[in-house]
């Protein structure tokens, strides 16, 4: 089953809106929610990470909000640039283990 | 310092034939990590490998999938017997570290595999 669940499946925004993605997990030994960007024919790269002793981490235009007791992360793009089309992906992993588990994917499309 | 290099970035097989996909980690790496993503979405952790050893090998199918990671040379991926279902794309992921922490930046740009 997914152990991470992503929406929405698309967005759409004009440039300098603020596209906001959700993420949801179940297992509470979750202890890593790093988030991936991937542009069409590439591989993914490390956007920003969190780790849930904190509700917030902001790098540049990006910022992670995170509700532990929801299990709930998202992602929000600031001042959202045509540039920032991609497609987004959260992942969750335990400290120790071996593997990353994705979300399913969001299709961001900024709109000049 | 080039990043985690993969080929052949596309590779195109018939039904029944093998496919062989490798995988060049960063310098210094001796860790790898290959993730399979299919058609719309996320990538699924397929197996974890350290020089010469398969450490955890819990996502890859039972049947016709090998991975292998020798002392010197890339890591390979082959699947044998290709089937339609087998198209995707394979990512593989490299670290210099023992995986306290999983690979949170350094994947290579896949191998897209069609099988016909």
């Known amino acids: 089953q997914q152990q991470v669940k992503q929406s929405p499946q698309s967005l759409i925004v004009q440039k300098g809106g603020i596209p906001i993605i959700n993420c949801a997990y179940e297992n509470t030994a979750f202890d890593y929610f790093p988030w991936y960007q991937q542009f069409p024919g590439k591989g993914p790269a490390l956007l920003i990470a969190i780790r849930p002793d904190v509700s917030e981490k902001k790098e540049g235009r990006f910022t992670i909000s995170f509700n532990k007791s929801a299990k709930q992360f998202s992602l929000h793009i600031m001042d959202s640039q045509p540039g920032d089309s991609a497609t987004y992906f959260c992942a969750a992993s335990i400290t120790g283990a071996n593997n990353l588990f994705f979300g399913t994917g969001t299709r961001l499309t900024v709109i000049p | 310092n080039a990043g985690v290099m993969q080929n052949p970035r596309h590779l195109v097989r018939r039904r029944g034939q093998e496919a062989r996909l490798r995988c060049s980690p960063m310098?210094?790496?001796?860790?790898v990590y290959w993730y399979r993503q299919l058609p719309e979405e996320g990538l699924k952790f397929m197996v974890y490998l350290q020089k010469e050893n398969i450490i955890d090998e819990s996502g890859m199918p039972k049947e016709r999938f090998s991975a292998e990671f020798p002392k010197e040379g890339p890591s390979i991926l082959r699947i044998q017997q290709v089937v339609r279902g087998d198209s995707a794309a394979y990512f593989c992921?490299?670290?210099?570290?023992?995986?306290?922490?999983?690979?949170?930046?350094?994947f290579g740009p896949g191998t897209r595999l069609t099988v016909t």
């Open positions: 992921a490299s670290s210099p570290w023992r995986p306290g922490i999983p690979p949170s930046g350094f």
């Open positions: 310098k210094g790496h001796s860790h």
